[in-house]
């Protein structure tokens, strides 16, 4: 089946630095690919989608300038968190999809759990 | 804008018991519906999925209904074991390919 990874799995910066997460699609070629995050106890909430080539569209109220997203390839995403403040820390969770698979299901990356101290 | 509401919140059940989480969406113009396990601190494993063409998806225990008209999903868990205790999140895609998440039911089996 698809697998979609994420690197790094778990991630502690400081206040005011920046890290960045990488998504992969492993075995198939990912047109689109989407950025969700995840608080304790709460549901996913998309960020941003991206498209190969071009740049991401972003939810209300999600900041771009803070939250860069590139998908220079078509099976490698990043997520750039700039000057990450403690409010930023959160369950970071990609996902991918290709026209080329059945139907449009989107397959998930295992998620990247950032704190920011 | 696609609204997705998972009732209950949590739920505890004791090993053995069949039982039922509901998931409703405010758009019936939907493309598919998709269930999916998320164990605390993990990602998503994806359960079901149903196209809007279809009513219902079933994979060994688990059987996911759909009711694209009155905007309501339900997925039964048959025969609860410990290891079902997870999040159990409904997500819906609509015409536009956005996936829209409930807030989830959290399951807790009890030996």
């Known amino acids: 089946g698809a697998v979609v990874s994420q690197h790094p799995s778990w991630v502690i910066c400081k206040s005011g630095t920046s890290v960045k997460i990488e998504c992969r699609s492993l075995?198939?070629?990912?047109?689109?690919m989407f950025w969700y995050r995840q608080f304790p106890k709460q549901s996913l909430m998309l960020m941003a989608t991206?498209?190969?080539?071009?740049?991401?569209?972003?939810e209300q109220g999600v900041e771009k300038d803070k939250f860069l997203i590139n998908h220079a390839s078509l099976t490698l995403s990043t997520l750039t968190v700039t000057s990450a403040h403690p409010e930023d820390s959160s369950f970071y969770i990609c996902?991918?999809?290709?026209?080329?698979?059945?139907?449009?299901?989107?397959?998930f990356g295992p998620g990247t759990r950032l704190t920011v101290t | 804008k696609q609204e997705v509401t998972q009732i209950p919140a949590a739920l505890s059940v004791p090993e053995g018991e069949n039982l039922v989480l509901n998931c409703s969406f405010t758009?019936?113009?939907?493309?598919?519906l998709q269930w999916f396990r998320q164990d605390p601190g993990k990602g998503l494993t994806s359960l079901l999925l149903?196209?809007?063409?279809?009513r219902e998806q079933t994979s060994g225990r688990l059987n996911a209904s759909l009711d694209k008209s009155s905007g309501r999903s339900t997925l039964y868990i048959a025969a609860s074991q410990p290891g079902d205790s997870a999040t159990y999140l409904c997500?819906?895609?609509?015409?536009?390919?956005?996936?829209?998440f409930g807030a989830g039911t959290r399951l807790t089996v009890k030996p």
């Open positions: 996902s991918a999809r290709s026209p080329g698979l059945a139907g449009i299901e989107q397959y």
């Open positions: 075995d198939f070629q990912a047109t689109t």
């Open positions: 991206s498209n190969e080539g071009s740049k991401a569209t972003y």
């Open positions: 758009d019936s113009a939907i493309y598919n």
């Open positions: 149903i196209q809007s063409s279809q």
């Open positions: 997500a819906v895609n609509d015409n536009n390919n956005d996936m829209r």
